[in-house]
């Protein structure tokens, strides 16, 4: 794992989107090393918000379609889906609808609901800006709280 990731971060900004992509389906993946590793080596954080964001948000959209080819048995055997979780998934679902969509960065539950939400035939365009919207708010948060880290770490190693 170790080598995709290097691998990754060798590619820079496609790299990170990617990562994203990856980390936004149902596979297990952790963009943030990569967006650590990248903002550590000086690249721009305001592209890596935008290419996380939109290959996050993508990674998603290929769960929804998943979720819309409509087999629970399909889902819970390819994206290693419990049928508790499916049922949390979509009962939250059926609850809130597309407004799901926000919660879609929450590890693992994210793939849920995301899965969940082709499953439900939600509102595909309503889903995606919903689901966009929360990713996005999520990258600018860590991503913030990264670049003000790596500020703090330069300064300190300054003074010494």
Same mark, same amino acid.
């Given at each position: ?49 935008? /290419? ?5 948000? !993508? +990674? @998603? %959209?290929?769960?929804?379609? *998943? =979720? ?33 969509? /926000? ?5 693992? !539950? +994210? @793939? %849920?609901?995301?899965?969940? *939400? =082709? ?40 003074? !010494?």
């Amino acid at each position: 794992m170790d080598v995709l990731y290097q691998i990754m971060i060798d590619y820079g900004v496609f790299g990170f989107f990617i990562a994203t992509f990856l980390a936004g389906s149902f596979i297990p993946f952790s963009s943030e090393v990569v967006m650590i590793a990248l903002i550590t080596a000086g690249v721009d954080p305001v592209g890596l918000f935008f /290419w996380g964001t939109v290959g996050n948000t !993508l +990674g @998603s %959209v290929f769960n929804y379609w *998943l =979720g819309r080819l409509g087999n629970p048995r399909w889902i819970e055997k390819w994206a290693r889906v419990t049928p508790e979780q499916m049922d949390r998934g979509l009962h939250f679902v059926e609850r809130y609808g597309f407004w799901a969509g /926000w919660l879609a960065w929450v590890p693992l !539950l +994210g @793939s %849920v609901i995301t899965v969940a *939400l =082709g499953l439900m035939r939600a509102r595909f365009v309503l889903t995606i800006i919903n689901i966009f919207l929360g990713k996005a708010l999520r990258y600018a948060i860590i991503m913030l709280a990264m670049t003000e880290t790596a500020k703090l770490v330069q300064r300190f190693a300054e003074e !010494l």
